[in-house]
């Protein structure tokens, strides 16, 4: 059971453009949600995070949009810029506790190209 | 700073052999985690230490897998025996402890393990 779900395995955008990469949960204790960035042969990186009591986070170019009624969260980077081609995750918590407390449930990721 | 330390970075081994790799959390990080990552996938969590204690390890495959935390700082995780599956990538990350279920999690380069 895929409790977060990135379904654009791939994107590709004009440097200049705007990247928008899409992220659906199914688990309603999720409150908590991160962007993560990550390119070969390296470990994850932070990028974004918002949490279930805000819609927006923004953060220099990079946006989070949260949907809770459509358990639905975005991330919006304007403008690309080549050096943003990498994997993204979105991963989710719980901070009420439960099964998901303490732990990230990662998405599968989105390759983003972003073409000179 | 120093981020997250991992090593090896790499590791080849036959079926059936044992494998073991190491983790070097951020200076000042009470919790540390091990995570799986299959090709193509998001990482998954195999186990969640604060400080020395191991307070989720549900996800972890006890007849093979085994890890530690001895001093409540660095971390082995180990495979015996190996089997053919295991090829992935194991993640460690590590955060303060002190965010509840906001925290954010800093992850390391990661080893990258083949089973032939």
């Known amino acids: 059971d895929q409790q977060v779900k990135q379904n654009s395995p791939s994107l590709s955008v004009q440097e200049g453009r705007i990247s928008i990469l899409n992220c659906d949960y199914t688990?309603?204790?999720?409150?908590?949600f991160l962007w993560y960035k990550k390119y070969p042969a390296e470990g994850p990186t932070f990028l974004i995070s918002?949490?279930?009591?805000?819609d927006k986070n923004e953060d220099g170019r990079f946006t989070v949009f949260l949907n809770k009624s459509a358990k639905h969260l975005s991330l919006h980077i304007v403008p690309s810029q080549p050096g943003d081609s990498a994997v993204y995750f979105c991963?989710?918590?719980?901070?009420?506790?439960?099964?998901?407390?303490?732990?990230?449930?990662f998405g599968q990721g989105t390759i983003l190209t972003v073409h000179p | 700073e120093a981020g997250v330390v991992q090593s090896p970075r790499y590791k080849i081994i036959e079926k059936k052999q044992p494998v073991a790799f190491w983790c070097n959390p951020i200076?000042?990080?009470?919790?540390l985690y091990w995570y799986l990552q299959n090709l193509g996938q998001g990482p998954e969590l195999l186990i969640r230490?604060?400080?020395?204690?191991?307070?989720?390890d549900s996800q972890l495959p006890k007849d093979r897998f085994s890890a530690e935390r001895l001093k409540g700082v660095d971390s082995t995780l180990k495979i015996q025996p190996a089997e053919l599956g295991d090829s992935a990538v194991y993640l460690c990350?590590?955060?303060?402890?002190?965010?509840?279920?906001?925290?954010?999690?800093?992850f390391g380069p990661g080893t990258r393990l083949l089973v032939l």
């Open positions: 200076s000042g990080h009470n919790t």
């Open positions: 991963a989710a918590s719980a901070r009420a506790g439960g099964t998901s407390y303490g732990k990230l449930t």
């Open positions: 230490y604060e400080n020395e204690e191991a307070v989720d």
């Open positions: 918002i949490s279930s009591i805000k």
């Open positions: 990350a590590s955060s303060t402890g002190l965010a509840g279920a906001e925290e954010t999690q800093y």
């Open positions: 688990n309603s204790m999720f409150d908590y």
